[in-house]
């Protein structure tokens, strides 16, 4: 057992993930032994191995004990283990669940749920869970839940399924299967559109991340498909990263050392939160002021709070202030 894993027994394990930076969300295709292997040595904050739309439907149920396997036998590090189950319109959900979380042991973090489209498709997986949770021998509400919004519907949702279950700890938008389901006349899912006069994502983006936000989890943009365009990778996730996610699906190692520069501060806005905060600390506890000039700037309470997020994104991301 590795250090890092060791360390991770003695944590609360329900809470372990929840609060771990995902700025890079590395998938993996469970059927492929190969890249199954490789995934604990690529850089990246999380990896979910996949039951789902990188499996071909012969492959579905053999890829269970692969990923089992994977979880419990390879050399993780500190990061977010996922795994991604199939969809509940599909016949292979129940199975994926009772197979893989009841075999892999306390290791794994999280299952991902795609194409969620109401509340009740989180809470049946809530319940299914714990009744698994209970015959596993794993802590009750160990497992944590990632829902995906790639649909019409589940967009429409968006809020309830947010607040669906104490469970959740990110809403990951899936571009690829949306722009399938609103029938974009695209070929290619998740990359800019050239012919449209600014973000057509633009109001998805946004309308996830108000209801993420809103019940306080991670929010997560997914994957970008030309995956030797880092320019345009870095370039693509850029919109999400302004408006405040917390991270971007890598289907590449390259593509998450992209991710992981995009999704931190930098050292110089993480110097400068830090300056915030010590700043309008003096101003409240010494001056008694709650509005002061930092520079050319008049800060108070509300850059308190902007700074502060800025110094647990860089904390988490392991910048340290400079001297
Ligand atoms: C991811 O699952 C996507 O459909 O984009
Ligand atoms: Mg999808």
């Known amino acids: 057992m590795s250090p890092a894993v060791a360390n991770w027994h003695d944590r609360d394990v329900s809470d372990r993930s929840r609060a771990l930076p995902r700025r ?23 990896t979910f191995l996949d039951l789902e739309d990188s499996v071909a439907p012969s492959e579905k149920v053999a890829a ?33 669940v009772i197979d893989v979380v009841g075999k892999a042991g306390e290791r794994l973090d999280e299952v991902m749920l795609p194409k969620v489209q109401s509340a009740a498709e989180v809470v049946a997986l809530d319940l299914l869970l714990t009744q698994v949770e209970r015959n596993s021998g794993l802590p009750e509400g160990h497992i944590g839940i990632e829902a995906q919004i790639e649909t019409a519907r589940g967009l429409i949702n968006v809020d309830e399924i947010c607040a669906a279950s104490p469970r959740l700890e990110t809403i990951i938008f899936g571009p690829a299967d949306f722009a399938a389901s609103v029938e974009m006349p695209v070929l ?18 946004s309308r996830i991340l108000m209801a993420g936000r809103a019940n306080g989890l991670q929010v997560i943009d997914g994957p970008y498909l030309y995956v030797r365009d880092l320019d345009g990778l870095r370039d693509f996730a850029q919109r ?71 110094v647990t994104r860089g904390e988490r991301a392991g910048l340290t202030r400079s001297s």
């Open 64 to 96: 269970r004990a692969k990923v089992v396997d994977a979880v419990r036998n390879l050399s993780w590090d500190d990061r977010v283990l996922c795994v991604r189950v199939n969809a509940w319109d599909t016949q292979w959900t129940y199975g994926d």
């Open 240 to 310: 999400t990263r302004v408006l405040g996610y917390d991270g971007k699906w890598a289907l590449t190692p390259d593509q998450a050392k992209v991710l992981n520069e995009v999704y931190s501060p930098t050292q110089e806005q993480f110097d400068r939160a830090w300056d915030i905060l010590e700043a309008y600390r003096t101003a409240t506890e010494e001056q008694q002021t709650g509005a002061v000039m930092f520079g050319d700037e008049m800060i108070d309470e509300a850059s308190r709070k902007i700074a502060l997020k800025f």
């Open 24 to 46: 890079s969300c590395l998938s993996t295709p469970g059927a492929n032994e190969r890249f199954l292997a490789k995934a604990p040595t690529v850089v990246a904050d999380m």
């Open 188 to 205: 290619t899912g998740g990359v800019a559109i050239p012919e449209y006069p600014g973000d057509h994502f633009h109001y998805v983006f």
